[in-house]
């Protein structure tokens, strides 16, 4: 099985997609599988107990690992192949790009570093390299320009792998005898070839994995194929459908810590002896509203924090900005006077904005003896202080348990662009304060409060904006009385499914009955009176889901019993049946694909899967969002069957496909075959493109009350690939008009070929 690179570009076929037809255009752009959704051995499944993790390919510089955590919440693993080089369609745009520098917005002297071992460690170095040379020495600890990171890479030799020469930067990567390391480094250790997704030689060499210590691209996973990365490649991780920050903390909890790229940065300046006092990854508002904007991004640039963007297949460095456009560094051009540009939101080298990798340290007295450089600040802030905060609800009620949110806090201030933190202080107005906390911009209660015998408190909260200038406001809050009364009812939207469906299958929805109006509630298992079958059971949110593959004739009912808990912590608890229903083992099973690749059996010769989601495949399913992709490689065979008992009443094989070919007759053909004997055969060529989804009906009337194993086979030769998609497979008593019947194989060889 192929894991960590899609088809190659075999040659072009002639289908171009409008819609969901097929239009016949010679020379097409399509190639066999730019697009064809891949596996990954490593992880082999989620730690913590979610869903098996799922890498679909984007293009070919970026994978998109989707993984479910433990808690149901979806993150998604952008994993960044990086090109080694600009790309030649987009070289004209890129030089144009070039515009000088806006001096009172930019970093000043940043570090400006050639492509090698990855785009994302080249910019994580650019970024330790600024610091170096700043206030926070020590990230880079060889002889080299007397212990100061050069701007740029020329101080070293280059090396090959020998294929492409790349530049031999010891920040990005160690290499042996590079500013005299006597033993293997990270290139010596992880690397192939670009792009490549072999095993490291250190592993297929059987010798002892180098000390981490020097290259930030060890500790960012860049190029470690233990860690799942294929040559060139980091994966970055964040919320699948939201704008949150997913901090370092986040990737702890949930044991994705040790794959990410920001972690692995913040891994590194720890080790260089540094403390961080921020740490996330978060999508860009142009990705998902909310996210992270212009202004944040200004925002860093002010305080001294360049940023590093990860883009749909590339890693580069914002440094700067002059209004929405952004300054970037993009790791193809080692000459500092040069300075790329992008709009903010926007794309470069074809690559639309997608994330940011942020990664703050504690301030840092600069050290004496080295020249360091300030971080700059854009001439208009004038150190003002803010002038007043606000918060957006002063009331809670009694009985909410601890951290219950009570407002969001804001600041004015005469700076535009500034960011704040909150904290309660001691003064005036401060006597509750034991009573609440701050987390974020949110004040938060840190007791659970009784109306009958206090109803309010008073606090003092300070703003600090990102120069340290504060301002001062006492807020009180009133305590409400309560009103929560227990939930009185659960109910569950289905209380049956089907034998034989795969682990995480929903059976119905919960929803909870409460006098309460607005409550939130969250369901459990629970012992007690009818729990027999909890264990065969799981909830996710508001879903009850199976844990096991049922078998109607084994166990038809199980007895499960749920818990609803309001948000004030009061419960109710109901038994439900959970009924298995029996699915007749007489059909083909999973015909319309839904369930991936549940029943069929899969074989391709370049070991494709076949069995695809939409997004993975050049044409939509026709029903749903999965289906079938046979073809598409040159020599291919592919070949996907299922045994089943046809039964009497139904006999008629009915099945859509999709059929496009730039080759001529007589090369490339479809099958369709019952236990080896072929009843039908499909000559792929131009002039049986279907344009379309078409369906199909086949007599199986000779096998009823019979046992079978149906195949379908598409086999190619060596040029002008061609194609078949399949959906929506069954059995039924009626026939088209006009069946599909054998036709005979006539070899064209003595055609002249395209």
């Known amino acids: 099985m192929n894991t960590k690179a899609g088809r190659k570009f075999q040659g072009a076929i002639i289908l171009m997609v409008v819609a969901v037809y097929l239009i016949g255009l010679p020379g097409s752009i399509w190639h066999s599988a730019a697009a064809q959704a891949i596996s990954t051995d490593t992880p082999t499944g989620d730690p913590n107990g979610g869903t098996e993790p799922f890498i679909e390919e984007v293009n070919p510089y970026l994978s998109v690992e989707h993984r479910t955590l433990a808690d149901g ?58 610091y170096d040379r700043g206030a926070y020495p020590n990230m880079y ?42 033993v293997k480094g990270s290139i010596d250790d992880y690397w192939v070839q670009y792009g490549s997704g072999a095993a490291d030689p250190y592993i297929t060499g059987g010798w002892a994995q180098h000390t981490w210590g020097t290259a930030i691209g060890d500790y960012m996973k860049t190029s470690q194929s233990a860690y799942g990365n294929s040559d060139g490649s980091s ?12 901090t370092c903390q986040d990737m702890v909890d949930n044991a994705i810590d040790d794959e990410d790229g920001t972690y692995g940065r913040k891994l590194f300046y720890e080790a260089r002896g540094y403390t961080v006092a921020d740490c996330y990854n978060q999508n860009t508002d142009n990705n998902i509203a909310g996210g992270f904007s212009l202004a944040d991004f200004q925002a860093e640039i002010n305080a001294g924090h360049a940023v590093l963007l990860n883009l749909e297949g590339h890693s580069i460095v ?25 709009p903010w939101g926007g794309s470069y080298e074809g690559m639309a904005l997608l994330s940011v990798s942020v990664v703050r340290l504690v301030p840092s007295t600069p050290l004496t003896g080295r020249v360091t450089l300030p971080m700059l600040l854009k001439h208009y802030l004038s150190g003002q202080s803010p002038t007043d905060i606000l918060l957006s609800n002063s009331t809670v009620e009694e009985d909410m348990p601890v951290n219950t949110v009570v407002g969001t806090l804001s600041s004015v201030d005469p700076n535009i662009g500034d960011t704040f933190t909150y904290s309660l202080v001691g003064g005036a107005g401060d006597t509750g304060n034991a009573s609440f906390n701050i987390a974020g911009n949110q004040l938060r209660t840190s007791a659970i409060f009784d109306y009958e015998t206090q109803n309010s408190y008073s606090i003092r909260v300070r703003t600090t904006d990102q120069d340290g200038l504060f301002f001062e406001k006492a807020f009180t809050i009133t305590v409400m009385p309560g009103s929560n009364v227990s939930p009185t009812n659960i109910l569950l939207s289905n209380s049956s499914i089907a034998e034989s469906q795969p682990i995480n299958t929903v059976v119905g929805t919960l929803s909870t009955t409460d006098p309460d109006v607005g409550d939130t509630f969250t369901y459990s298992l629970v012992p007690g009176s009818g729990d027999t079958g909890n264990g065969s059971f799981n909830i996710s949110g508001n879903q009850l889901r199976s844990s096991v593959v049922f078998d109607y004739e084994a166990q038809n009912s199980y007895s499960v019993r749920i818990r609803t808990t309001d948000q004030g912590g009061l419960f109710f608890d109901k038994a439900f049946i959970i009924t298995i229903t029996d699915v ?14 549940v029943a069929w059996t899969e074989y391709s010769n370049h070991g494709w899967d076949l069995i695809m989601l939409e997004g993975s495949t050049p044409v939509t399913a026709h029903n749903g969002s999965w289906l079938a992709w046979l073809g598409g490689e040159y020599d291919e065979i592919a070949r996907l069957s299922q045994s089943f008992a046809v ?71 060596g040029s002008l690939n061609s194609n078949i998609f399949l959906d929506d497979i069954s059995l039924a008593s009626t026939m088209l008009t006009s069946p599909d019947v054998l036709v005979p194989e006539v070899s064209n060889a003595a055609a002249v070929r395209k």
Not at 691 to 711: D, F, H, P, Q, R
């Open 141 to 182: 600890t060889g002889p080299t320009n007397g212990g100061v990171m050069p701007l740029t890479d020329t101080s070293w030799p280059s090396w090959s792998d020998g294929v492409d020469p790349y530049p031999n930067n010891p920040l990005i990567a160690s290499h042996l005898g590079v500013d005299g390391l006597a």
């Open 584 to 597: 007749s083992e007489s059909t083909i099973l999973n015909g319309d694909f839904e369930q991936g690749h």
């Open 647 to 717: 039964p009497g009443s139904s006999t008629v094989l009915h099945y859509w496909y999709i059929s496009g070919s730039d080759d001529v007759c007589g090369y490339d053909y479809f099958r369709i075959k019952v236990n080896g004997t072929t009843l039908l055969t499909r000559n792929l060529c131009t002039t049986t493109n279907t344009g379309g989804w078409v369906e199909g009906t086949l007599s199986l009337a000779a096998y009823a009350n019979t046992s079978i194993t149906l195949m379908f086979e598409v086999t190619t030769d």
């Open 318 to 342: 914002g440094y700067g900005y002059d209004g929405s456009t952004i300054y970037i560094r993009d790791t193809w051009d080692n000459n500092p006077a040069n300075t790329y540009t992008m």
């Open 235 to 246: 994966t970055f991780y964040n919320w699948t459908s939201s704008s949150d920050l997913l």
């Open 73 to 130: 919440r979806q993150v998604s693993g952008y994993i960044i192949h990086g090109p080694s080089a600009p790309l030649a369609e987009y070289e004209a745009e890129r030089i144009a790009s070039i515009r000088p520098a806006a001096v009172d917005s930019i970093l000043p002297d940043f570090p400006s570093f050639n492509w090698v071992f990855g785009c994302s460690a080249v910019s994580g170095a650019m970024i330790a390299g600024y």
